[in-house]
């Protein structure tokens, strides 16, 4: 019987790295499902839907500028970790 495996450990840069990666990812899908709703549904007047419409491509905007940002920053923290190449 083999023994138990020792829980998978993920240093919390990488990780947080990869959730915001993966955050960035999922945007464009969700643009894509929001910029829907108002064409799919019956009940938006042409007024509220151009509305939503334009809240949401501002709100996806300032999403993206912060995952950005986030991604930029968990970037340069990953790089400062590491030695240079003459370094050990």
Same mark, same amino acid.
């Given at each position: 019987?083999k023994?138990?495996? &020792?829980? *998978? $450990?993920? &240093?919390?840069r990488s990780?947080? *790295?990869r959730r915001?990666s993966?955050a960035a990812r +999922?945007?464009p899908?969700?643009? +894509?499902?929001? $910029?829907m /709703?108002?064409i /799919?549904?019956?009940?938006w007047?042409t007024?509220s839907g151009?509305?939503f419409?334009? +809240?949401?491509?501002?709100a996806?905007?300032l999403?993206? &500028? +912060?995952?950005s940002?986030l *991604?930029?920053?968990?970037m340069? =923290? =990953?790089?400062?970790? *590491?030695? $240079?190449e003459?370094e =050990?």
């Amino acid at each position: 019987m083999k023994p138990p495996a &020792a829980p *998978l $450990f993920l &240093a919390r840069r990488s990780y947080r *790295l990869r959730r915001i990666s993966d955050a960035a990812r +999922v945007l464009p899908v969700l643009g +894509v499902v929001l $910029f829907m /709703l108002p064409i /799919l549904s019956t009940g938006w007047s042409t007024r509220s839907g151009i509305v939503f419409l334009f +809240v949401i491509w501002g709100a996806l905007i300032l999403l993206s &500028a +912060v995952l950005s940002r986030l *991604l930029r920053s968990s970037m340069q =923290e =990953e790089e400062g970790d *590491l030695p $240079f190449e003459g370094e =050990e």
